[in-house]
């Protein structure tokens, strides 16, 4: 049995955040899973990305300025019948309410615990697969 490889999207305005984001996630987050990874630091990046390839899980950072990662899953969500699955990082668990609202599949809060990422990660790449 092969690996099922993925595309992970991962979308901040600070390359530090995307750094960690990667690192806490991982090239395996699973047994059978193994990621690749695209990044994005403005919006309209973002939107392209998400148009342009077969991403498999948005990693969008919640405290990103000036587009927020929460803004960016409420309008992905919005725009396209097909979103991919959507994971925001937080700074305060507080913050749940508003990930809710934006239709987000899975929340994580800063700092990011690599085990609690890699199995988000994980669950929302098995659960979301295409048929």
Same mark, same amino acid.
């Given at each position: 049995m092969s690996d099922r490889s993925c595309t992970i999207l991962l979308y901040s305005d600070d390359p530090q955040v995307r750094d960690r984001m990667r690192l806490a996630v991982g090239t395996r987050p699973a047994p059978g899973l193994q990621v690749e990874f695209v990044e994005a630091s403005d919006y309209a990046e973002c939107v392209r990305l998400v148009d342009d390839y077969e991403i498999d899980l948005l990693l969008l950072d919640g405290e990103a300025s @000036? /587009?927020?990662?929460?803004?960016i899953a409420r309008q992905i969500k919005d725009d396209r019948e097909d979103a991919p699955p959507t994971c925001v990082v937080i700074a305060r668990a507080a913050d749940r309410w508003l990930?809710?609202?934006?239709? #987000?599949?899975?929340?994580? #809060?800063? @700092?990011?615990? @690599? #085990?609690?990422? /890699?199995?988000t990660v994980a669950e929302l790449l098995r659960t979301h697969a295409p048929a």
């Open positions: @000036p /587009g927020g990662g929460l803004g990930a809710a609202y934006a239709q #987000v599949d899975a929340t994580l #809060v800063h @700092p990011l615990d @690599p #085990v609690t990422t /890699g199995t």
